[in-house]
């Protein structure tokens, strides 16, 4: 069920990504979404409001509007409330020492990742932080393969190999979780010099997004990344997803320039209200219309927010108070949101969006209990992928890995463990 709830949202995001140019001036006389109620079948639009305004750098702001179906809505609604579920059982699992290692949780962010995925198609390219559950969610992965991933299951996104941090798929240009702080940066802006490469006169070309977050904001390699792609005008977007907290560091105690957004200097920039999916795909689009052109890159700001800690190891409340925390779950939380937009335009009632969420509990517990009746990949897969010959393998899926003469293993019967 849920993998048919993403591959529905995955066709109807090709027909999504046809965005508008840049506009001049904010639409000034929004109409309010009641007035569309009339709306009865899952094809007509309505139009919403955004109530946090754009905020710009460089360039005229989008409509401070949204136009969206019922069966959009709801599909933003199933898929951001299943990511929900789903890191809410990694927390359940981390404590049950069932996942080990690092282990860092979306809650609270879900508009981020599911906003821009309706923005764009699986022909740009996507490259975000270890905190990448998400990501890794709406780009085509299943609960039970990302639960997989984490108890270094055969199943995994990438077969067990990689964990919480290093989740990847090809297919979909999702080019994984980067557990080195802005490390993905650079790497981004390669993916996007492909398609500048591959450019052919005028047309516009797929564009590739490098997520990091507002601790990596101020990294050497950021920068270096950011003067390269504006001097070759390569089509990326560089999306810093500030969630108030590097690690425990909150932005104001690391950053001089806290408007991440301007921090390109004379690379235009777009600040978003990063708990409002609508908000999230009209600020994608906005920056992927300006970057597919050839003008070259966008900043973007997501303003976001992390219910957990940076890490499981952190219990997120001693920089900051359980009452900040609550305050922004009651007035802010991105589920509620999505939900009140769609009982006011009528889409759902109350009791059928409780069943919905109903369903996709049921979704994700029977993912997670298919994932732990899995098991770890078979010993010989230790030494795969590592070295490889240049051809492929029957099935085409990978290399043939070549193995080295003589493995040196730990010798455990001599190794003395302090208890």
Not at 102 to 118: I, K, M, N, R, S
Not at 186 to 208: C, I, M, W
Not at 297 to 317: A, C, F, L, Q
Not at 323 to 342: F, L
Request: net charge negative; hydrophobic share 35%; glycine share 8%.
């Amino acid at each position: 069920m849920a993998q048919t709830g993403l591959g529905l949202m995955s066709r109807r995001l090709v027909l999504a990504s046809a965005s508008a140019p840049l506009r001049s001036s904010i639409l000034s006389n929004a109409l309010n979404v009641r007035e569309f109620c009339s709306a009865s079948s899952e094809s007509e639009s309505v139009k919403f409001d955004i109530p946090v305004p754009f905020e710009t750098h460089l360039c005229d702001p989008p409509e401070q509007s949204a136009v969206a179906t019922k069966q959009e809505m709801l599909e933003y609604h199933r898929v951001m409330y299943g990511m929900r579920r789903m890191e809410i059982s990694c927390d359940q699992e981390y404590k049950a020492k069932h996942i080990r290692g690092f282990c860092h949780l979306y809650d609270g962010q879900e508009a981020v990742a599911v906003g821009t995925q309706a923005a764009l198609t699986n022909d740009d390219d996507w490259i975000t932080t270890y905190r990448c559950h998400g990501a890794a969610l709406v780009r085509g992965s299943t609960y039970q393969e990302i639960f997989e991933e984490q108890f270094g299951y055969k199943g995994g996104v990438v077969g067990g190999k990689g964990g919480s941090m290093h989740m990847y798929n090809k297919k979909t240009n999702f080019y994984g979780g980067a557990a080195i702080v802005g490390a993905q940066v650079p790497v981004g802006t390669g993916l996007a010099f492909f398609h500048k490469y591959k450019r052919q006169g005028e047309e516009k070309t797929p564009v590739s997004l490098a997520f990091y977050g507002d601790g990596s904001a101020n990294q050497g390699q950021c920068w270096e990344a950011a003067n390269m792609a504006a001097l070759w005008k390569i089509p990326i977007i560089f999306v810093c997803e500030n969630n108030m907290y590097g690690m425990g560091t909150s932005v104001d105690r690391s950053s001089a320039n806290t408007e991440y957004y301007k921090q390109g200097n004379f690379i235009p920039g777009i600040k978003v209200d990063g708990m409002d999916v609508l908000a999230v795909r009209e600020g994608v689009r906005f920056a992927k219309e300006y970057a597919s052109a050839g003008n070259g890159p966008m900043y973007m700001e997501m303003k976001t927010y992390r219910y957990h800690g940076h890490s499981m190891s952190d219990p997120g409340i001693t920089y900051r108070t359980r009452d900040e925390v609550s305050e922004v779950r009651q007035s802010r939380d991105p589920i509620e949101s999505i939900k009140k937009k769609i009982l006011d335009a009528g889409f759902a009632t109350e009791d059928e969006l409780k069943a919905t969420e109903k369903e996709i509990r049921t979704e994700v517990q029977q993912a997670l209990a298919a994932a732990k009746a899995s098991s770890p990949p078979p010993m010989e897969e230790l030494f795969t992928d590592i070295y490889s010959t240049e051809d492929a393998t029957q099935e085409g899926k990978r290399l043939v890995s070549e193995f080295p003469e003589e493995i040196r293993m730990p010798d455990r019967a001599n190794t003395r463990i302090n208890n």
